[in-house]
């Protein structure tokens, strides 16, 4: 158990729709990381957060957002949601920006 | 942008043989990660190297980076089924992006007993 939460496990949604993935990191790490996993693209970075501030962004669509707010978790926003955003959403969290990351078990998103 | 191709991409095995997984860039890269991946969980890193010409040693598992920092590899001695997953290099840019890694397309690995 890395100790980061995701939730929902499983969503299933239909095109158009706008979606909240949920992260809380490990007790005492101030930095949360979201993750896009999908057959043809690999897992590729979106966006990192630290202490509530944005650090790092990735190939995140304008269509997604994201925060971290004052008790350190953080929220996915996916909205407007297309058959290509179906995926694995994976959140991680590290006590600094330079430290290892310790992944959750992600969120798998089903646009139909 | 930064990719890291990682090769095979498959991987069918006995349990006992040997198997080397590679991680190449034309980038470089401030770290090289490599993390196991089982199905329905997140990835788990196995270990980070840091130096050109690093070689670590985790038991069965020798991963090695490049000395220009560009490519990895992975070798696992005497493959055993419990070895079987998802192995995922990532580069890492360091500094304040040390977490922004660019991932390799993975390798999946199969030790049959």
């Known amino acids: 158990d890395s100790g980061v939460t995701q939730t929902p496990k499983h969503l299933i949604t239909a095109t158009g729709q706008r979606v909240t993935l949920r992260c809380s990191p490990r007790?005492?790490?101030?930095?949360v990381y979201w993750y896009q996993q999908s057959l043809d693209q690999g897992l590729q970075f979106l966006i990192q957060y630290y202490n509530g501030e944005e650090r790092a962004k990735g190939n995140i669509l304008e269509r997604f957002s994201a925060q971290q707010f004052p008790d350190l978790h953080s929220e996915l926003n996916l909205s407007s949601l297309e058959l290509g955003d179906s995926a694995l959403y994976f959140c991680?969290?590290?006590?600094?920006?330079?430290?290892?990351?310790?992944f959750g078990n992600g969120t798998r998103l089903t646009v139909t | 942008t930064q990719l890291l191709e990682q090769s095979p991409q498959f991987l069918s095995i006995q349990e006992g043989e040997n198997l080397t997984v590679y991680c190449n860039s034309s980038s470089v890269f401030s770290s090289l990660q490599w993390y196991r991946q089982e199905p329905g969980e997140g990835p788990v890193l196995l270990v980070t190297?840091?130096?050109?010409?690093e070689v670590k040693k985790l038991k069965r598992l020798t991963f090695q980076f490049g000395d220009a920092r560009k490519d990895s590899s992975l070798h696992i001695t005497a493959a055993q089924p419990g070895d079987t997953g998802l192995y995922l290099c990532a580069g890492g840019a360091g500094g304040t992006s040390y977490g922004k890694l660019t991932f390799g397309q993975g390798t999946i690995l199969t030790v049959h007993p």
């Open positions: 991680a969290s590290s006590t600094t920006g330079n430290s290892p990351l310790h």
């Open positions: 007790s005492g790490d101030l930095s």
């Open positions: 190297v840091v130096t050109g010409g």
